[in-house]
């Protein structure tokens, strides 16, 4: 099981970005996927949630209403897309799969929203 971020970059506030999550070794559409961020100093929190049998996400209060998360299971690939960014959105955005007994994480891509 593994999991690529991409996507991540320098954003000036009020831009967008696009994050990806690329699976292999299992099939993004039989597990539960979410993503996660992590800004400097602070814990990391839970952005927004899709179970495996889809439905809407569970946005955090934060972002809802300027992300929105999507998978494709065609390509294995999970997305956030992340509109109308402040600089309170920078952090390290993680995408995690979970099964039981299977919870695997991303390596992190870092998104920078700074003028």
């Known amino acids: 099981v593994r999991l690529v971020e991409s996507g991540g970059g320098l954003v000036q506030p009020g831009g967008s970005l696009r994050l990806s999550c690329a699976a292999s070794g299992f099939s993004i559409g039989s597990y539960d996927m979410s993503w996660y961020r992590q800004a400097p100093g602070k814990e990391r929190e839970l952005v927004a949630p899709i179970t495996s049998g889809g439905g809407r996400p569970n946005y955090a209060d934060s972002v809802k209403g300027r992300f929105t998360m999507s998978r494709d299971n065609a390509k294995n690939t999970m997305y956030l897309q992340m509109n109308r960014l402040k600089p309170e959105d920078t952090a390290v955005y993680y995408c995690?799969?979970?099964?039981?007994?299977?919870?695997?994480w991303g390596q992190g891509t870092q998104v920078t929203v700074s003028s």
């Open positions: 995690r799969a979970t099964r039981w007994p299977n919870d695997a």
